[in-house]
């Protein structure tokens, strides 16, 4: 079956340290992939896209994606985090297998230490 | 400000009444959705629509309907037929079928039936 894993469920960074949030997903289509962010008590805010081209994607906010075809990979990387980073983040594909509708991966909630 | 509203934030119910849920758009987007988020789970869709006096079944449509009298307009009623209704109940709108991906979303509703 299709699926969306992120298999952190919390990550905990120091303020100005990196970040790497994990996605892998399962799809026999050239997927789309995206990184949606929730903050608390608020909805969903797409921070970056990929549908083709250059592997590595810049997104809002100072983030970063990369997806890697041969790990089935598209982690979200940021290089210094900030406290207002703190927030839930999502991960999405679609595929010609999802009849391109959004699959959602279960989330990582990112919480900063002072 | 364009965005989309839900209402009301938290809402209360007894098993076996009928709820409806709001959700407003000043985005003039043509395409509305509805997802339903439960704890450790992504995001999944329960109905979705790309134009006025249309819409389809997500992945999860059973015990639910939805309308679209309005463009900017697009209830979600929980009827008593939905085994489990008590959950966070996000709705999103796009530009069209072409920018599907990109979503906005509304702050949500959080239901809990008892």
């Known amino acids: 079956a299709q699926s969306v894993t992120q298999p952190d469920i919390h990550i905990t960074v120091s303020e100005g340290a990196s970040l790497e949030l994990r996605c892998n997903y399962s799809y026999g289509a050239t997927p789309y992939l995206f990184w949606y962010v929730q903050s608390p008590g608020q909805g969903l805010q797409l921070l970056l896209k990929y549908f083709s081209g250059d592997t590595l994607v810049q997104g809002i906010k100072g983030f970063e994606a990369e997806f890697k075809r041969s790990q089935s990979s598209f982690n979200l990387r940021k290089p210094s985090v900030h406290w207002s980073d703190a927030a839930e983040y999502f991960c999405a594909v679609a595929s010609m297998d999802s009849n391109y509708q959004l699959i959602w991966g279960a989330g990582t909630k990112l919480i900063i230490k002072p | ?114």
């Open chain 2, 1 to 114: 400000d364009g965005g989309i509203t839900q209402s009301p934030k938290y809402l209360f119910r007894k098993e076996g009444q009928n709820v409806t849920l709001s959700c407003e758009q000043n985005l003039n987007h043509d395409a509305m959705y509805w997802y339903r988020q439960d704890p450790g789970q992504g995001l999944r869709l329960i109905y979705y629509s790309q134009i006025v006096n249309d819409f389809q079944k997500g992945d999860i449509a059973e015990g639910y309907s939805v309308s679209r009298e309005k463009k900017e307009s697009f209830p979600l009623t929980v009827t008593s037929a939905q085994k489990n209704p008590t959950a966070f109940y996000l709705c999103a709108s796009s530009i069209g079928e072409g920018a599907r991906y990109e979503q906005y979303f509304g702050p949500g509703t959080r239901l809990t039936v008892t």
